[in-house]
């Protein structure tokens, strides 16, 4: 008599008698590896309180029963929701308009794509907003936040670090920044772009910065100012134009560099953007580039690469830059209690006909 003609009622053999009707069950999963329930809710959520033989037998019965794991009953039993929250502290119009963003979110994405966490773009553009997503965080709706655009006076990070959820911005607030960061070698990239421009003869070398209460904007003209006085050249403040990032304050802020100072032969954007804004008012002006006035930008994204001149560049590395945020941040809500971490991607300039 062969044994399965002594099977009780209810016991499972193959894959279908298992399945039953419904979704497998988690008390199927340890019938099938002979193991306790409380044991496949370890292996499930990720628990190291669990021996190599117990974790494997586990997964081969998930695998060979197909169970996938209650959502909602998981994030009930370990507080957690599988959701980070990707935050622009900026208006849809930069959102859309600049291509450094779409560069990040396709780095993050990039990076949660073999994993389970869901990805959540917010944009807060006002003090309602603000306050809404502070409530948000409040109740743990997320296990942890990527902060993008970080400004000197946004009062989210603090709120970020007051709560003590797992968190990394691009870009910091300043030198002491308690929380974990990733960003570009700004101060270094600007260096080389000034750098680049003296070496081709240039003597009047104005800028354009970004907003000043971004410390992103702040080490850019750092690192102007730094390559003028290596060089032996005076920092001359009618010869920075301040902006916002933006192609209209970049046409703006060279429309009053041109009044200010009209001899000025070169001029080192704090982005892309702003170049490609400061390029269109230099010809409205009828200034020619390189032939009159050198001009370079930052971040070498699509739009240094479609102009006309091409632009020349300082390359950050952005999609990496969300690849390592988000990298950082899984590390993170893993073990909450790691230190904080900065790191510093360097730059690179990329030389094309503007300069």
């Known amino acids: 008599m062969s044994s399965t003609a002594h099977r009780p009622p209810g016991a499972l053999t193959g894959p279908e008698e298992r399945r039953g009707p419904g979704r497998p069950t988690l008390e199927e999963v340890a019938a099938l590896a002979g193991v306790g329930r409380g044991t496949v809710s370890r292996v499930i959520n990720g628990s190291p309180r669990v021996s190599e033989k117990a974790k494997a037998a586990v997964e081969q019965a998930v695998a060979e029963l197909g169970y996938v794991p209650n959502r909602a009953a998981r994030t009930l039993v370990t507080s957690r929701t599988d959701a980070i929250a990707l935050v622009v502290p900026e ?72 709560l003590r959820i797992p968190s990394v911005l691009a870009g910091r607030r300043g030198d002491q920044e308690p929380l974990s960061y990733v960003a570009a070698d700004n101060a270094g990239g600007a260096r080389m772009a000034v750098r680049h421009l003296l070496r081709r003869g240039c003597h009047r070398i104005a800028t354009i910065t970004g907003p000043l209460d971004m410390e992103v904007a702040q080490a850019r003209l750092g690192g102007y100012r730094a390559a003028l006085e290596e060089a032996g050249r005076q920092y001359r403040e009618e010869l920075v134009g301040l902006a916002d990032f933006t192609e209209q304050g970049g046409r703006a802020a060279m429309r009053e560099l041109l009044a200010r100072v009209p001899e000025l032969d070169a001029v080192f954007c704090a982005s892309d953007v702003l170049a490609a804004g400061a390029l269109q008012e230099l010809r409205a002006a009828g200034r020619r580039v390189p032939d009159d006035v050198a001009l370079i930008g930052f971040d070498d994204s699509i739009v240094a690469r479609h102009t006309d001149p091409a632009m020349t560049s300082v390359r950050q590395p952005i999609e990496e830059m969300g690849r390592t945020m988000a990298r950082l941040l899984l590390e993170e809500i893993a073990d909450p209690g790691r230190a904080r971490r900065q790191v510093v991607l360097a730059t690179e300039l990329v030389v094309r006909e503007s300069a």
């Open 91 to 162: 208006a849809e119009t930069r959102l859309f308009s600049e291509p450094y963003f779409s560069d990040i979110i396709s780095g993050v994405s990039a990076e949660l794509a073999d994993g389970d966490m869901q990805l959540l773009l917010v944009l807060v553009r006002n003090q309602r907003e603000r306050d809404r997503l502070s409530a948000y965080l409040r109740a743990q709706r997320v296990d942890g936040v990527l902060l993008v655009a970080v400004h000197r006076d946004d009062p989210l990070p603090t709120v970020l670090e007051d």
